[in-house]
């Protein structure tokens, strides 16, 4: 991390709260603002005037005037082997996973081939404003080993963890219940809590991991209870129906990971779309969080994810890309999927809740909200530039807006890609230049 100090000036935007609670004010934007940052960390935050007095001889100024300047979007569940299978024609899940997915998670059991990916991947989240994320690497240790290691390079604040899988895969994908823990643990001790990484227990799902291994996975929760565990559920009827029947002694699907000891306020479910009552209540109970993944929904024909319900239901929500199975890197993209997804179940979800689930949310989701998410004193400088006039059709809609933020951010979500980030700041430091 650099030490230099730089002065970040724009519209600076960032949540308090999540606006859907009905709160006064959820969020702070303040249009003529900056945010002083120095040693990958934000040092203030106000009107620029402010700003620009305090801070140091010597501050490098990034001048974003009409950009708004929010925390880097974060991105809950992403599989990075997947860069490869990304826009792979015509399946379902379970014929996905294994016309395309499981022949390119082969190709990590070589070294270079990860550390191209996993570079490859860094960049395109950078790209498009995305500074962390919780990802799947593969069965491979080396999988891991290369993704850490590209992030440490970048300085990133990331979360991920080794694929487990011990059934109804290729057999060179293939660990079981002993291999999986082991290797694991040993990628825990490697990398848990080096710089700004955190690993993720990571079963792939019930389909393809043994109650066996499911417990080594829950054995190894119960012995790191600071780590992270993610999975897959409830995508998928085809899915449901074949967990069903490898798990009967098991009231649902949600049961088998509670079952297995894997439930709890540190574990993201992808998807939970198709979900019975009792499996909500499983979900709301242990403080589980579910990943809205709407472009991979929509791709893979899955079904629309039920937000009011888990809503009402008190069940902790973040929202995620999923590449492969998801169609964009942008987690813009995603959002205005998002919306989509929710108009077809009859719900609604005003841009300025997307915006906070694209940040403040999706870090209280990741229990990371002590460090990122906002923008404020103290926090880590992770930070987005987004031009609202980036391409002729956002100028051009933007001529309407009447200066309403909440018609801005909307036509930003629904029209925005990476095109609209002008910049995303790592730890202080402007990074999309290098990653472009
Ligand atoms: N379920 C198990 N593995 C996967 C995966 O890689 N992608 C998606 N979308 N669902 C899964
Ligand atoms: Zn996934």
Not at 229 to 245: D, L, M, P, Y
Not at 386 to 405: I, K, Q, S, V, Y
């Amino acid at each position: 991390m650099s030490a230099a100090a730089r002065v970040i000036r724009g519209r600076v935007l960032s949540f308090t709260d999540d606006p859907s609670l009905g709160g006064s004010r959820a969020y702070s934007l303040v249009d003529d603002g900056a945010v002083l940052v120095a040693g990958g960390l934000i040092e203030a935050v106000g009107e620029a005037r402010d700003i620009l007095a305090r801070a140091p001889g010597g501050a490098v100024i990034d001048d974003h005037a009409g950009s708004f300047i929010m925390p880097g979007f974060i991105d809950a569940h992403v599989h990075y082997p997947q860069t490869q299978v990304i826009g792979s024609y015509g399946a379902q899940l379970l014929d996905w996973l294994n016309t395309y997915t499981f022949v390119e998670e082969q190709k990590f059991a070589d070294p270079a081939h990860c550390a191209r990916v996993a570079s490859f991947f860094l960049d395109e989240l950078i790209c498009t404003g995305t500074t962390t994320a919780m990802v799947y690497c593969t069965v491979h240790p080396q999988s891991v080993d290369a993704f850490f290691g590209a992030a440490e390079k970048r300085a990133m604040r990331m979360i991920a963890g080794k694929v487990m899988m011990d059934r109804d895969t290729p057999e060179r994908l293939k660990d079981d219940a002993q291999r999986g823990y082991d290797e694991s643990k040993a990628l825990i001790t490697r990398w848990r809590g080096r710089g700004r990484l955190d690993y993720a227990i990571t079963p792939r799902f019930a389909v393809t991991s043994t109650m066996a291994q499911l417990e080594a996975a829950g054995a190894l929760a119960r012995e790191f209870p600071q780590l992270y565990v993610q999975t897959h559920a409830n995508e998928n009827k085809a899915e449901i129906a074949r967990v069903a029947a490898l798990f009967p002694k098991a009231e649902s699907y949600i049961d088998v990971y509670a079952r297995a000891g894997l439930l709890g306020p540190r574990s993201v479910l992808g998807h939970c779309i198709h979900l019975q009552a009792s499996e909500v209540a499983l979900l709301a109970e242990s403080r589980s969080v579910a990943a809205f993944c709407p472009t991979s929904n929509l791709f893979l024909g899955s079904g629309l994810f039920d937000q009011a319900r888990l809503r009402r239901a008190g069940v902790r929500i973040a929202l995620a890309t999923d590449v492969g199975g998801g169609t964009s890197y942008s987690m813009l993209r995603t959002a205005a999927e998002g919306y989509k997804v929710l108009q077809l179940n009859g719900q609604s979800w005003p841009a300025l809740e997307a915006f906070y689930r694209m940040t403040l949310g999706n870090a209280r989701a990741l229990s990371l909200d002590g460090r990122i998410g906002s923008i404020e004193a103290g926090k880590e400088a992770d930070l987005v530039a987004l031009d609202p006039r980036a391409t002729p059709a956002l100028a051009h809609r933007m001529e309407t807006a009447g200066g309403d933020l909440q018609v801005e951010l909307f036509a930003l979500m629904m029209l925005g890609d990476d095109r609209a980030v002008r910049e995303t700041y790592v730890a202080g430091e402007p990074r999309k230049g290098a990653a472009a």
